[in-house]
Each structure stands twice: as structure tokens, then as C-alpha cells.
């Protein structure tokens, strides 16, 4: 659980914003893009609609809704880099998106200029003080009988078949790097109270999880490269040293272990969950 005290609303990202992490979120993305898909569509993203990403990052949640509301629909992503919204911009352009922009701006004093049909978030509410206030001014933005959805993670569900040492050592790793420094690594399984605290009830979720094949590099890949990102965290907080890390070999051990032991490995589950606005349906 959280033990740092942050901004009640102000995200503030643990992993950076330089050109390698950038490059990460995207891979990152491409894994979690069919999941992500499958939870907008659940909670009701489609034609037309006026979508608030929150947190956009790079734009890859935002690209998605883009396709789900169509050329009559517009998404506005919003972010505090200006780094990675500029990242975000250029990839609009080279995907001849006309139905998304970004803007660099702040939960706590961003204003939007007419309300949203859906707000939307991935991977935000983990980097904030206190999610259900995060949720209710974003929920502020949104149409009596809009949508507000989320995902996070539950970073512990990592595991492999049969159990390994350096995947369990990596996730107790990561859920630990990420705990002592104050973000919740199992915050998805939350979702439902952060929604209820936030004023939304009856909210829905959903856990989506894969078991992939030894030789898939997903999780090699993607494990390596939040190491590599939270290996300040691990030092500072001494729960390992570079040299127990040892990030320049990791994702390929990674690998080696899964395919001599012909492991199945599960990234993080990707747990999304939404509520609707009270006020008349669409």
C-alpha cells in the first residue's frame, strides 16, 4: 500500500519521461492494446462521442478511443509532460488522426471548454495521493449519464507455470519498488472502492489477464524495461543493488529460464473499471 505522501491529484510519475522510457510505454501499449480495446468497448465507448483521456502520455489509449468514436466523435488527451505530448502529436500525424488532440494540463486546475461523454484513464489513478478524489474531479467533466472508465493494473498476478525464481524475484521487485515508494502495485483490484468513494456506484470491472507461451518476449521485454526505469527506486529504497539487478542481461535470462523450464508466464493483469454519471442514459 501506498506509504509516501503525494499530491491529493497531481500525478507524479515514478518511472520518468526520457527518450528510453517513452519508447517502453509504447511497447507497453502494443501488449495491453487488445485488453484496453475490450474495456472501452464494455463500458460503451462508440460513434460520436466527446472522450477525455486522462494522462495520455504518448496517446495510446487515446489512439484506441479515437477508433471507437469514429470521425464523427473527437478524443482530448491531456497530460503535465509536454515531452510525451509532443511524442503524442507526432504520432497523431503520422496516423492521419484529425479526431484527437492533446493538451498539457493538470488534474487539479484543468478546465475543459463543454463536458465529455466518457472520461477515461490507464495506469494514472496508481500515481496519485487519493484515487477517489482523482476520480470525482474527473467525473466533474463528464455529462449526466456519461462514463467514467479506468484500468490499472494488479501488478502481483505475475506468475509463471511452473513457478520461477528470477519471475517471482522480478515481480516482488517491481511490486516493491513501487510500493516503498508510495504507489499501490495491486491498485486495479480497487477500482470498485475508489469508484464508490468517488460518488459513482454500481461501478463494473473487469481482470484481464494472458498466459503466454515460453517463447513469447512480452514479458522478458516488458519486465526488463520497468526495471530499468524503477532501478533508481530499488537502489534508493535498498531493495536491490545494480549488480544484483544486472538490467543489461535481465530480459535475456528472462527468457533463457521461461524456455528451458517451457514456462507459461502471465504479465500483470489489466483490471478496467467503470461507472455511469447518474442523469438520464445516452
Not at 470525482?136 to 509463471?160: K, L, N, T, W
Not at 519498488?177 to 483490484?189: K, Q, V
Request: overall charge negative.
Amino acid at each position: 500500500m501506498p506509504t509516501t505522501p503525494r499530491n491529493v491529484t497531481s500525478a507524479d510519475y515514478l518511472l520518468g519521461h526520457d527518450r528510453e522510457e517513452l519508447a517502453r510505454l509504447e511497447h507497453q501499449a502494443a501488449a495491453l492494446a487488445p485488453h484496453t480495446r475490450m474495456i472501452l468497448e464494455r463500458a460503451g465507448l462508440g460513434p460520436g462521442m466527446r472522450v477525455l483521456d486522462v494522462g495520455t502520455g504518448v496517446g495510446d489509449v487515446a489512439f484506441i478511443a479515437a477508433e471507437l468514436v469514429g470521425p464523427s466523435g473527437m478524443v482530448v488527451g491531456i497530460d503535465r509532460s509536454e515531452i510525451a505530448l509532443a511524442r503524442a502529436r507526432e504520432r497523431a500525424a503520422e496516423r492521419g488522426l484529425d479526431n484527437v488532440e492533446f493538451h498539457e494540463g493538470d488534474l487539479q486546475d484543468w478546465q475543459p471548454v463543454a463536458s465529455f461523454d466518457v472520461a477515461v484513464g490507464r495506469l494514472v489513478l496508481l500515481y496519485v495521493d487519493d484515487p477517489g478524489v482523482a476520480v470525482a474531479r474527473i467525473a466533474s467533466m463528464v455529462r449526466p449519464g456519461g462514463v467514467v472508465a479506468f484500468m490499472e493494473f494488479d501488478m502481483a498476478a505475475v506468475e509463471s507455470v511452473p513457478s520461477l525464481p528470477l519471475v517471482e524475484q522480478v515481480r516482488d521487485w517491481v511490486c516493491e519498488g513501487f510500493s516503498r515508494s508510495g504507489h499501490d502495485p495491486r491498485l486495479g483490484i480497487r477500482l470498485g472502492a475508489i469508484f464508490d468513494a468517488a460518488g459513482l456506484s454500481d461501478a463494473q470491472a473487469l481482470a484481464l489477464r494472458d498466459f503466454l507461451p515460453p517463447s513469447s518476449p512480452v514479458v522478458p521485454a516488458m519486465a526488463a524495461g520497468v526495471i530499468r526505469s524503477l532501478l533508481p527506486a530499488l537502489e534508493q529504497y535498498d531493495i536491490a543493488t545494480a549488480a544484483e539487478v544486472d538490467v543489461v542481461t535481465l530480459e535475456a535470462r528472462l527468457r533463457d529460464e521461461l524456455s528451458i523450464h517451457r514456462a507459461y508466464v502471465t504479465p500483470p493483469a489489466l483490471i478496467g473499471g467503470w461507472a455511469r454519471i447518474e442523469g438520464e442514459r445516452p
